[in-house]
């Protein structure tokens, strides 16, 4: 498959606003202005911005709780997601998710979870609301390396090629499972293999290239949209920084990470676009430029905004719905 240069450039253009974003958001964390848990995105970005390119924006997206990114390809400001971190009431999801619980109805993303492999089986139960309702949507259940240990994961494969659910699962194996590496949690390394059992059409992507990302996901989406059922693909990524902000990664050295740091996802789009002379050196201040002033613009908007006012304690707890309740 071919890409043109519209395509590399919104790559481009995206992956360097997750990669600007994050790093801010370490900042702020470091800073205390951001609380909590904050688990960053860094080196990981080709996963999303390959995705989006091949998907519909009706199409549903759903995550575990590294999930400050998935959202903004999905079309959500990055202001409201700053906001989110910030716990303002401007954020997507009223200042009350913080960074683990992101989520924008509007914009079919369905979370950010903190619970290791809870989004699993709720992928399944979306992409079966959407064959029961008879339409040809998909839906992108991404997990990490680490949650293919619960249980819930077997369930939900089985579920899923039983009813031939339109889901894609796709695994962000970037080695380590907090600061465990698969090699030590599992028998099985090659983690796409775990589809087989199932029967479930599984493939390993390089995790760190739009291309083979975007191809991947464009042919299991069209599988699935033909009612075909499940795909299970392993992305073989890797994350620049710790699991979360208080892990200093002393479990792999600095040479490791620099190792993979040849294979940036950004650092290839743009050199892509270098070689085609689709970009010039001037070209890519601007984007540097514009990508800023948005940071900038999205922190200060979360800064200026008020939190929650307590009244909202205990509100977006329950919802009132005619049961069975099935997704329109």
Known sequence: MKFNKETYLNWYELMLLMRRFEERAGQLYIQQKIRGFCHLYIGQEALVAGAESAIRKEDRVITAYRDHVHPIARGVEAKYIMAELFAKATGCSKGKGGSMHMFSKEHNFFGGHGIVGGQIPLGAGIAFADKYNGNDRVTLCYMGDGAVRQGALHEAFNMAMLWKLPVLFIIENNNYAMGTSVERTSNVHEL?????SYDMP?????????????????????FARKGNGPTLLEMKTYRYRGHSMSDPGTYRSKEEVEEHKKQDPIELVLATLKKKTWITDKEVESFEAKIKAQVDEAIKF?????YPDPS?????????????????
């Open 192 to 196: 796409y293999k775990l589809g087989l």
């Open 312 to 328: 909202e304690l205990y509100k977006d707890v329950y919802t009132q719905a005619d049961y069975p309740y099935i997704m329109d």
């Open 202 to 222: 599984s493939v390993a992507v390089d995790g760190m290239s739009c291309e083979a990302v975007h191809q991947a996901i464009a042919a299991a989406a069209d």
């Open 302 to 306: 979360a800064e200026e905004s008020p």
